[in-house]
């Protein structure tokens, strides 16, 4: 797969003598067929239409089915009466994060046209939503969801092109860690890093809003304590990789999956069986499911120990990360910085580590080679116009982004005014890149910067709140053109900005409460509220 790259806009005539979905239909193929060539999202022939009245591929507009801040169950309520594609894309739990490589609705349609056969790419959404592109896939498969397939579709084929080199999940290129910084003061709860990479010597360039897809290892410790569980060793050839290579790098060791737990089952038998079986079907029948990765799983099960080849079939491919880049071409040519919450927490008396967030925290020593691509942005960067006003919302790790707007806009001298808006935990501990905004703001090129801190004074205080203080003010914005931004968690922040706004709307714009809601869906529609969520 290569990175998603927005087809040009066809557009059949309603006078054409088409009915709706057929026009959708021919609308996508054409936009398809005349896009660039992406691996796993082919342009689509006339005979891989899905078949069945009214069936229709998903698409990402005005998709409330599709909103990441729902839980899933309420997503695919929502959904029951939408079309095949269209309910995978609600099984999925993040809103075109690039992840998978595609875009949500291309990865939806591939996998009901059956021109993908991993359904597993959508990480965000972990085993829940995998485990509904199951059931859905099993379903629309039995019911002939998409079109039969051609007797010469079950001869050999040959292997699909990779994508460019270093802009796809599948043809990463190696580039050089520089180096790490601590962002957090001491007193802070978080461990956050600046991260610098040399891109020297690839083909990677990049914009503003892109992100970066990293390859990690797993720590060598939690490799070696699941080999030892194992009774395995270490230096077993697998393939052309020792056990340990493979556990390192090729292997997740997080969450533990389904097919680990059914290989279980298979090992053991009486209550322990019941038990491997139920959380192999998705059940919790010792309420601790959402805390078993895969040592944890055979710790629970310490009867069943299979063979050390058998073992790493039953386990996920380590997936890569995303990171949205916090540096501009501009500003710093030939690199690129990220910035990153190292992820340790303690459960049971097990240290657990994120995987890539420590990998980049303390493992990588400088001047490493580590695999890296480019995740083009999808509808999140800055407007075309430089004499554009721009408001940013990005509490924490969130900032990222818009560390690199506003890096962008002071190398180009854009005329435009910059807002940020930023808050994090404790100002002294936890106020990231300080000097370096408050220069920005010293020569005028931050022309305002709104902060908030959740943990210094007895209230808590959220960047919204900031928001609804500086309610007149950011209305006159809005009213003169600027283009929003948010950046951060779904489920809570970028929810509670989007009220933020139908308040000030509500308030200072005179709107009534469905007018409040439909000033925001149009600042939506025409691309001036644009959103890095995760």
């Not at 993040?94 to 056969?117: M, P, R, S, T, V």
């Not at 808050?423 to 890149?433: E, L, M, T």
């Not at 004074?457 to 931004?485: C, I, P, S």
Request: aromatic share 8%; hydrophobic share 40%.
């Amino acid at each position: 797969m290569s990175e998603h790259v927005t087809p040009p806009l066809v557009l059949i005539p309603e006078t054409a003598p088409f009915d709706p979905d057929q026009r959708a239909w021919l609308s996508g193929y054409f936009a398809a067929l005349l896009g660039p060539a992406v691996e796993g999202a082919t342009a689509l022939a006339p005979g891989d239409a899905p078949a069945g009245a009214g069936a229709k591929l998903a698409d990402n507009d005005d998709a409330p089915w599709h909103d990441p801040s729902l839980p899933l169950p309420e997503r695919m309520d929502m959904a029951k009466d939408r079309p095949e594609a269209q309910k995978l894309m609600a099984a999925m739990a993040q809103q075109d994060c690039g992840q998978c490589g595609y875009n949500c609705a291309d990865y939806a349609n591939a996998i009901f046209l059956k021109n993908e056969e991993r359904l597993n790419l959508c990480q965000p959404g972990g085993k829940d939503t995998l485990r509904m592109l199951k059931k859905l896939d099993e379903e629309f498969g039995a019911a002939g969801g998409a079109a039969p397939k051609k007797a010469e579709d079950d001869a050999p084929k040959a292997a699909v092109a990779l994508g460019p080199l270093g802009f796809c999940r599948e043809n990463p290129v190696e580039a050089t860690f520089v180096s790490r910084t601590r962002l957090n003061a001491p007193g802070g709860e978080k461990e956050t890093w600046h991260v610098e990479i040399d891109l020297t010597g690839t083909p990677i360039e990049y914009v503003v809003g892109d992100s970066l897809g990293l390859f990690p290892a797993n720590a060598p410790a939690l490799v070696d304590a699941v080999i030892a569980e194992l009774g395995a060793r270490p230096e077993r050839r697998i393939g052309a990789k020792t056990l340990r290579d493979r556990l390192l790098t090729d292997y997740a060791l997080g969450g533990a999956p389904d097919g680990l737990y059914q290989l279980l089952s298979l090992l053991t038998s009486g209550e322990a069986r019941k038990k491997a079986q139920a959380l192999a079907a998705g059940e919790d029948p010792d309420g601790d499911a959402a805390h078993l990765d895969v040592l944890g799983a055979l710790h629970k099960f310490p009867g069943a120990r299979p063979d050390a080849e058998v073992f790493l079939e039953a386990l996920d491919e380590l997936q890569p990360r995303l990171y949205s880049i916090s540096s501009s071409p501009k500003a710093d040519p030939g690199r690129v910085s990220l910035t990153v919450d190292a992820v340790r927490y303690s459960h049971r008396s097990r240290l657990r580590l994120g995987v890539a967030s420590t990998h980049l925290g303390e493992r990588i020593p400088e001047g490493m080679k580590v695999r890296v691509y480019l995740q083009k942005a999808h509808g999140f960067a800055l407007p075309d116009d430089l004499s554009k006003d721009v408001i940013m919302v990005g509490p924490g790790t969130g900032i990222a982004p818009f560390r690199a707007f506003l890096r962008e806009r002071d190398a180009t001298q854009a005329p435009g005014r910059n807002w940020l808006f930023y808050g994090h935990q404790k100002q002294a501990s936890d106020f990231f890149y300080k000097d370096e905004l408050n220069g920005l703001k010293d020569r005028k090129r931050l022309t305002r910067l709104s902060l908030a801190w959740s943990r210094d004074g007895a209230e808590k205080t959220y960047v919204q709140d900031r928001m609804r203080e500086n309610g007149a003010e950011l209305w006159k914005w809005l009213e003169g053109g600027a283009h929003f931004y948010v950046c951060g968690d779904a489920k809570r922040m970028a929810k509670d900005v989007e009220r933020a706004i139908i308040d000030v709307a509500s308030q200072h714009g005179g709107k009534n409460p469905d007018e409040a809601v439909a000033y925001l869906a149009h600042l939506k529609k025409t691309g001036r509220y644009q959103a890095d969520v995760y």
